[in-house]
């Protein structure tokens, strides 16, 4: 079965300073990856998905995320974070031969002035 | 540019009321989906509608749960008879036609539903 594990609840990073939202993922097939923003009450936002294409995906605001096989990851950066960043990030597979989305748990990220 | 909306956005009932969530998915989109959220836990998938019909469900989505398509625009979850344990954010998504082979799904802002 598929699934994906946010390793943090929480990250904190300094405005200006990189961003490093980690996932790992289960899946026994190659997946279809992504990762969703949340702002308060507001609904989720598709940043960035994995299509196969490319393992380096660029995705809206200044997001990327590399899907390594090898370590079966897919990690979310971004080189300087903006105090607007500040929000929920959840990593999402989609499940084998279904359309239902698997989150992750989450993680909040905070961004210091 | 097109959104999911949702409403209400905030839904307060005491148990055992039926509750009705109602969603607007985009217009083009075919495929529908119900998620949930309670609180401080994982979102997660109730349902999907396709056609008019159910297409996936999972063991939350027991008898207590529909979901119906009543006109060309609304998509609607109903609960019959709520529990407490129903509390959570409820959110509703929709996807175009399978084209590719990736179907991104498009969420609304969500409903929280609190039941007393």
């Known amino acids: 079965a598929q699934s994906v594990t946010q390793l943090d609840s929480h990250v904190s990073v300094s405005e200006g300073t990189p961003v490093l939202l980690r996932c790992n993922y289960s899946?026994?097939?190659?997946?279809?990856l992504f990762w969703y923003v949340q702002h308060p009450n507001k609904g989720l936002q598709l940043l960035l998905k994995y299509t196969s294409a490319a393992t380096l995906v660029k995705g809206i605001n200044g997001f990327e995320a590399e899907f390594k096989k090898s370590e079966t990851s897919f990690h979310l950066t971004k080189p300087s974070a903006h105090m607007s960043d500040a929000a929920e990030y959840f990593c999402v597979v989609r499940g084998s031969g279904t359309y239902k989305y698997i989150f992750g748990t989450g993680t909040r990220l905070k961004v210091l002035a | 540019e097109p959104e999911v909306t949702q409403t209400p956005s905030h839904q307060v009932t005491q148990m055992g009321q039926e509750v009705i969530l109602r969603c607007v998915p985009i217009s083009n989109h075919l495929y529908f989906y119900w998620y949930r959220q309670i609180l401080g836990q994982k979102v997660e998938f109730l349902v999907s509608f396709y056609n008019n019909e159910i297409s996936e469900k999972s063991e939350i989505f027991d008898d207590q749960f529909s979901v119906e398509r009543p006109d060309g625009s609304n998509f609607t979850l109903k609960i019959r008879s709520t529990k407490l344990e129903d509390s959570a954010m409820y959110f509703c998504?929709?996807?175009?036609?399978?084209?590719?082979?990736?179907?991104?799904?498009?969420f609304g802002p969500g409903t929280r539903l609190t039941v007393l």
């Open positions: 998504a929709s996807s175009e036609a399978l084209r590719l082979l990736i179907n991104e799904q498009f």
């Open positions: 899946s026994s097939y190659s997946p279809s």
